[in-house]
Structure formats: structure tokens, C-alpha cells
């Protein structure tokens, strides 16, 4: 028969077990994630860091830039999604290449690679005007790295 603490010593090493696998198992895309059906996210395994022209469910061989063309401006959350976000400004020529890639809009996506996955994914809906643009981030993990890849603006007095 078992006394009372050794119930109780039960309970709680049960306890902390159960909180333990819960924590640990693994977690379904969180709500701040794509929308995107997996099957229609591409292969990026190999592919260098930087943002891709897809066009028609095809990815392009080339980035239309890599992130030694942006400054990151700001980053934050949007409230009523949980997803993170981010905006860039670009140099002139990576802008001019986005620009040529989002005038004709239809079947064409955007597909920011970092480290071999995508960090973002977006239908082209609007022609990118401008050297400044903001996205999303799919996967707030790879968002994170990407963030080490592109040099945070500075700040003019």
C-alpha cells in the first residue's frame, strides 16, 4: 500500500511527464503560416538565398535578387493574423528586375528562399511600383534567419 506523499510524488512526476510530451511533440503549422497548399510550394533544396520569380507552378533557375540588394526598414506583427512581416527597400536594380517580373501578373508568385526554405510565398496581385515592398513570412523560424541575411536600415537623426 502507498502512502499519501508517495501518491502524491506519483501524481506530480506523472504530471510533469505528461507536460513534458505535450510540449515536446511535434505541432501542426501554426496559424501564422502560409496559406499556400504544400503542394504547391516549391523544391527550393540547393537554390541560393534570395527572392524567386515562380511562374505557372515553376520556379525559376535564377533569383530576380538576392538580399545583398535590401535594407530591412521595419518588421512587426500583424494583430489580427499573428503573421510577422517585414519591409525592404531595395537598390535601383533590384527594384527595376522586380518591377519587370510583376508586370504581367498572371500565374506569377514570389518565393523568398533562406537557407533552403521558404521563408515566404506570394501570388503576385499588384505590379511591385516603387523600391520598397512588405511580405509576410510563411515560417516564423526561417523568417527569423532571413532576417540575418539583410542589413536593418539605419536610423537618420
Not at 60 to 72: E, G, K, M, Q, V
Not at 102 to 122: I, L, N, P, R
Amino acid at each position: 500500500m502507498c502512502s499519501r506523499p508517495m501518491i502524491a510524488r506519483r501524481a506530480a512526476l506523472a504530471a510533469a511527464t505528461a507536460l513534458l510530451l505535450v510540449a515536446c511533440a511535434p505541432r501542426a503549422r501554426p496559424a501564422a503560416s502560409c496559406d499556400i497548399p504544400s503542394s504547391e510550394s516549391p523544391d527550393v533544396t540547393g537554390r541560393a538565398n534570395g527572392l524567386y520569380g515562380m511562374k505557372n507552378g515553376v520556379l525559376l533557375d535564377a533569383p530576380i535578387f538576392r538580399y545583398d540588394a535590401l535594407t530591412r526598414t521595419e518588421a512587426g506583427v500583424d494583430e489580427a493574423s499573428g503573421k510577422r512581416w517585414l519591409r525592404f527597400e531595395m537598390r535601383d536594380d533590384a527594384a527595376r528586375a522586380l518591377q519587370a517580373f510583376t508586370a504581367d501578373m498572371e500565374g506569377k508568385s514570389v518565393v523568398a528562399v533562406v537557407d533552403g526554405a521558404v521563408a515566404a510565398q506570394h501570388k503576385v496581385k499588384a505590379k511591385i511600383e516603387g523600391t520598397t515592398f512588405q511580405v509576410s513570412c510563411c515560417d516564423p523560424a526561417v523568417c527569423e534567419r532571413w532576417l540575418t541575411h539583410v542589413p536593418v536600415a539605419s536610423r537618420r537623426p
